[in-house]
Structures are given as structure tokens and as C-alpha cells.
């Protein structure tokens, strides 16, 4: 499907007005509004192409890896958290929301690399009491009761990529600090003064105290936990 640079996702920034049509993202375990087409970042945000045949071989050549996995296919979405490696170069870098609400990237070490930060956006029980948790990125862990007992839809937990190990678990909570991911704020990093669970049909809200000492109210839904006193990892240049 041919996506009009006219209604493309804001995150795809090219000049709306030079050529007609922009790449578009696949569906996949990013929303296609919340994603950048592996093409994109490839021609546009890392230059490694000057058109989209070019894009399209060096993506056939499994020369850029997503979450450590080669992906061929230059529609492949690529969203919030995600590592992304350039196998020629040695290049890594962290999708992230910037200071102006964007999806942009930035480059982290081998270190860093290996690791990934998911927002539990889902909890249940599965088959022979295991406790399910869905991320954000449609990731599925399946924990023994007592241990996936322990976190909460909201939280965020840091894994190993490679494997699956659970390494952190960071919940939210007043005194965390979180990356706002929705509405007007969106890109900001706050620190959270109080969570204000509502009963009934409305959203839960939360506030915040901003980098500079404002006072910032939103949904609680539209916040990943990203550290305590600092983000365990890089979301910043």
C-alpha cells in the first residue's frame, strides 16, 4: 500500500511537497502512526541511500538488525525502544521520543545494546498458572505466579535482548522517572508526584514535575518508566 506524503505520520519527516508518496510502515508490533519504516531511516535519518531501490537492496542484504534480528523488509516498523544495528558499520542506536515529541535516534555502546526497556501494557493468567505479560511491543513474557505476581500493567522491566532475562524491574510509582509517550507532552522527562486513580468510565491521570520544576498533568497510560534518580538506559544524546 502507497502511503501520500500529504498524511504521512508526522514521526516521517520528508518534505511533504517534492514527490507524491512516502514509504509506508507494515502492520506489526508497532502502531503504524508510532513507528518509522526501516526505509526511512535508512535513506532519510542515516543516508545510507539516495533512493528507495537502493534502500530496499541494502535492507535485502540483512545489513541492519532490529531487537538483534536481520530484517530484510524495508516497510519493517521500527517504534519506541527498539535497538537498531548497522552490521557494516558497528552503529547502534535506541529509538526514543526527543524534546520535541518525535521519534528520532540515538546512538548507544555494545553495552547498551543488549539491552531493552518494555512497558507492561498487559497482565493475565495463562495455562498452568503462569503469569503473562504483554509489552508494549508485543513481547510476551510467561512468569511463574509468585514471580510475575510482582509486577504491575504500567510498569516497565529491562531484559536482555538475546534471551529474554529480565534484569530490572522498575514500577510506577511517586519519585520514578518517566518518559511522557502521548498527548501534548510527549517527549518530555518528568518525575511522577502523584498518581490519582479514578473510579468509573474515565481515564487515570497523573502528575508530574518537569526537568525545569513545572507542574505537568496527563494520562497515566501516556508514561514509561524509564529509571529512578536517572534512566538506566541511554534516551538521550
Partial sequence: MHLKRLVASEHIRVPKKVRTFAISPRPGKHPKGESIPLGHIIRDILGYALSYKEARKAARKGMFLIDGKASRDIKTPVGLMDVLQVTATGEKYRVVYDSRGLLNLVKIDASDAKKKMGKIRFKK???KGKIQLTLHDGRNFFLDYEEGNKYKVGDTIVFEIEGQKILDHLPLREGMLV??????WRGKIAKVKEIINIRGLEPNRIVLEGERGE?????????????????VLKVRE
Fill in 125 to 127: 493468567l495463562a495455562k
Fill in 179 to 184: 518518559m511522557i509517550i502521548g498527548g501534548r
Fill in 215 to 231: 507542574e505537568i498533568r496527563t494520562l497515566k497510560d501516556y508514561v514509561f518508566v524509564i529509571g529512578k534518580d536517572k534512566p
